[in-house]
């Protein structure tokens, strides 16, 4: 029986199909695992994208947290705000009613001044018509004269002579009333009102009387100074004018009575006059009524000044004074000025001077 030939290369039907499930297996095998890779790859980007928008979800929660702040501080401020408004408006108002109220108040007080003042020139003149004296008497030395009020006296120790005599008369705002707020209230009144001011015709009065009192054979001029000075007779400055000349005395105060106090009070520059004249006065009259409030030049800043920058300003100004002339000074009244007195009563007596404050009714 012949034997049968074996094929080395020859497979059998069951090794073929499992061959085949092995490739598959394998193929199957790498498939996945490359499939998983990419899922977890794809997962970790989403993850990514995910965490970035839970932090702008955070972020947006935290800037909505600080808008409804912000809007409840609004909420809030707006009716401060409108309350705020209605006090200022209801405290102008007030102020408005306390003017108003003051003004007339100020009107009829004025009113009655000024009939007082009427009624004791009516009685002077009908005083000096009824006192006639037989003989004329010996002529005064007088070169205009002075109605006042005929029915006292006062003892000032004035020292209304010397051969040359300066007065300073001080027409800043001030010199319109003796209270701060009567003073704001008559700068921003019309001039005719200003010019009225029972102050103000005080101080008109009382260089009036100066002018009556100067001696015939002097020699005199008034200065009128606020943040500036300058002479009441146009065209006179550095010039000596004649006290025996009743034009001359007329013209001033007649200038005088035409000048509506305003600005501040420089009396560094009203002393600086002094040096201007030559010869030099042997007597100065000082007439206002508190420290100066700015020195040559007004400040680079507007700003107030209290107490000691106003006695600073004045000791300034005295260092602008030349030595060996007396100075008189008559202070009127006003507010909140507590240093004056003192230090214009100390510069009376450093130069031998005199200082008077003078009642209500001087002269």
């Not at 300066?166 to 003073?183: F, G, K, R, Y």
């Not at 700015?294 to 107030?304: D, F, L, Y």
Request: contains cysteine; aromatic residues 6%.
């Amino acid at each position: 029986m012949a034997r049968r030939k074996t094929e080395v290369f020859s497979l059998s039907f069951l090794d073929v199909i499992a061959c085949g499930f092995g490739a598959v297996v394998l193929f199957y095998t790498i498939l996945s695992a490359q499939a998983g890779h990419q899922r977890q790859q794809r997962n970790d980007d989403l993850q990514a994208e995910v965490n970035k928008l839970e932090e702008e979800v955070l972020e947006g929660y935290k800037n909505l947290v600080v808008l409804r702040n912000s809007l409840d501080s609004t909420d809030q401020a707006v009716p401060a705000e409108g309350l705020a408004s209605r006090i200022i408006e209801e405290t102008e108002r007030l102020k408005q009613q306390l003017a108003e109220a003051e003004k007339d108040t100020l009107s009829k007080r004025e009113t009655i001044e000024r009939l007082k003042q009427d009624l004791k020139s009516l009685d002077e003149g009908t005083r000096r018509l009824s006192a006639g004296t037989p003989s004329p008497g010996k002529p005064g030395t007088r070169i205009k004269g002075f109605v006042g009020s005929g029915d006292r006296q006062y003892l000032t120790g004035l020292k209304v002579g010397g051969e040359r005599i300066l007065i300073l008369v001080d027409v800043s705002a001030s010199m319109m009333d003796e209270t701060v707020v009567n003073v704001i209230r008559l700068r921003n009144m019309p001039e005719v009102r200003r010019l009225s001011a029972e102050k103000w015709r005080r101080t008109v009065g009382t260089v009036d009387w100066l002018t009556s009192q100067l001696p015939a054979k002097s020699k005199f001029q008034v200065y009128a100074f606020n943040t500036r000075a300058q002479p009441l007779a146009p065209g006179s400055a550095g010039k000596w004018l004649g006290a025996d000349d009743a034009t001359a005395l007329n013209d001033a105060l007649r200038e005088l009575r035409k000048i509506v106090p305003q600005d501040g009070t420089s009396l560094e520059n009203a002393f600086a006059v002094v040096t201007a004249f030559s010869p030099r006065p042997d007597n100065i009259i000082l007439v206002t009524d508190g420290l100066p409030t700015q020195g040559a030049t007004p400040p680079a800043v507007r700003k107030t000044i209290d107490g000691e920058g106003r006695l600073k300003l004045f000791e300034r100004a005295i260092g602008r004074l030349p030595t060996g002339i007396p100075v008189n000074v008559i202070l009127l009244p006003m507010e909140g000025d507590p240093l004056a007195p003192s230090a214009f009563w100390t510069l009376a007596r450093r130069t031998n001077g005199s200082f008077l404050s003078p009642a209500r009714d001087w002269p």
